[in-house]
């Protein structure tokens, strides 16, 4: 029996015979009698006492079986979480407490009820939210323009691949930290927080930039763009660099091509005018004389011609109108025809030609105009950018292995620096370095490009060495 339980019934054995005590001596002093006088008073009186503590016992077990049902039925609801209903045996007395606590439990149970749907909302919401969140960084990461997102505080929040490229950092490491701390380029830094302080004024801004240290600057379009919060307020700048070094290289080249062009079309167009009224004039007074200048007035008519068709057939395989007529052709024959048409060339130049070429049978299925006008640039490259007295070595070999058959043009010329090599193919692109040595457009080798990786599904090759000479081959599938 637990302590509570003694003290109960203890209780309730004083509170009974109190009462039994309080009973029989009101009785006895209404007939006038002293306390107790005789036998049977002490039995009457033992019997009401008994009686009196059965019935308080009886009650007081009652109470005692229902409030251990309840606090059982409050423990379970305390371990599980869930609220429910109290139930007790009946006592009228429990009965008074259970009601207005079960009106509590329900109005209890249905706030939990509601929210747990809301939390249930909630959960949802963050996992939807997270998501996007994931998906907006996948997209951000993924582009090749530089991203840098700042706070109000211009504090860095996110930043993509690109920018820690650019800028040299770990966004992992630096988010959160004031953006002067992340990035060294006092201007970018400035436009940044003019940006956010101008706000809903000027919410947007486009500028070009530079980035980098002299000599390898780059430049971009740097778009800025405040980030609105309601009621006017500012969360950030979003700040995007997106690199047009490359673009305006080609409008560079674009104008060097014009001046090039217009150039190379009034050498020849002058040399043709000036024999031409020569003629008219009559200053060629001897047949041969006159033939020595009808023959200039060819050549610079070619070179024109040359000039405007290298132009046109780009145009032409670079928009897909080009007409082309596949055969079988050889390799080895279609590079004889372009050594004789430069052999001219070699020879002035004092520069001296090396076939070393396969059996002719070696096939490709070709329109042969094309590639012979593609080993022809080739070649006339070479002997452009070699001093006299060098060499131009031509090669035609057929990899069985590979099913491939390769034309290679070397040469001992002056060879392309390395920051150059990956551009020689660009339409317009010439390089600095060897524009003394020859006049051109830059146009020879976009063609070749066009003519055996475009309209040929062929590949290029290109190795040089500065000072010591360049290796171009094109290589085409053979025909079985
Ligand atoms: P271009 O009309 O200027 O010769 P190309 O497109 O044929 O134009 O060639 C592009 C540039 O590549 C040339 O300006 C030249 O500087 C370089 N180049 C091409 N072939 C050679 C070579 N064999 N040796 C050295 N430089 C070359």
Known sequence: MTTAKRLGLASVALIGLGASAAYYATIMAMKGYAFPRRGLDCLVFGLVAAMTVLVLLVFWRSVHRDMGLISLQLDQMARTGQVGMLMANGTHELTRIIRPLNDFLSASHRQQETLRAENRELQIQARISAAEKNHTEAIIFSISDVVIVTNRFDELILANEAAEKLFGFKSSAVVRKTIE?????????????????????????VVEHIVGDKGAN????????????????????????????????????????????????????????AYVEMLVDGEARDEKTRR????IISTETDRLHRLIENILNISRIESGVVKMVREPVSLTAVTRQALDVTAPAARDKNIRLVERLAPML?????????????????LS????????GGTVTVAVTADERRNVVTCEVADTGVGIPADDLPHVFDKFYRVAANNRMASGTGLGLTLVKHIIETAHDGRLLVTSEVNK??????ELPMLR
């Open 469 to 474: 000479g360049s290796r171009f081959g094109i």
């Open 292 to 295: 020595e200048f009808y023959e």
């Open 381 to 388: 490259n070479a002997v452009k950018y070699t001093p006299p």
């Open 362 to 378: 070696n096939q490709v299925e070709a329109d042969g105009d094309m590639i012979c006008q593609a080993v022809l640039n080739l």
């Open 218 to 273: 780059r430049t971009y379009t740097l778009t800025l763009s405040c980030v609105l919060a309601p009621a006017n307020g500012v969360a950030g700048v979003v700040s995007v660099l997106h690199d047009i070094t490359r673009e305006k290289e080609i409008a560079r080249m674009k104008t060097d091509f014009v001046s090039h062009v217009s150039h190379e079309l009034k050498t020849p167009l002058a040399s043709i005018k």
């Open 181 to 205: 701390d992340v990035i060294r380029d006092a201007t970018l830094v400035r436009l940044i927080r003019e940006t956010r302080s101008h706000g809903a004024n000027f919410p947007r801004k």
